[in-house]
């Protein structure tokens, strides 16, 4: 949970390309979802020419963000 609460999140995996850009498109593609991101992490292997970013967010949006990112083209991964 975050620090002061007893909140549980959900976790998202969701590819991102290695251009510029893109993390910052998909941090604004799930605000403008009306989605509250509560934090992020970006694991990107060396050579690769992806990342890919974990979201944690609160468990009853996570249907809702799977099928906005999918519909704006963004790889989910889990």
């Known amino acids: 949970g975050k620090h002061g609460t ?20 998909l941090l604004t593609d799930i605000g403008d979802a009306g989605v509250n991101m509560e934090d992020v992490r970006l694991e990107h ?14 468990p009853e949006s996570i249907l809702e963000l799977e099928g906005v990112l999918d519909e704006l083209g963004w790889q989910v991964l889990g």
């Open 6 to 25: 007893q909140t549980r999140f959900a976790k998202l995996l969701v590819k991102v390309d290695d251009r510029p850009g893109q993390l910052a498109r």
């Open 45 to 58: 292997a060396e050579g690769s020419q992806y990342g890919v970013a974990e979201i944690l967010i609160l």
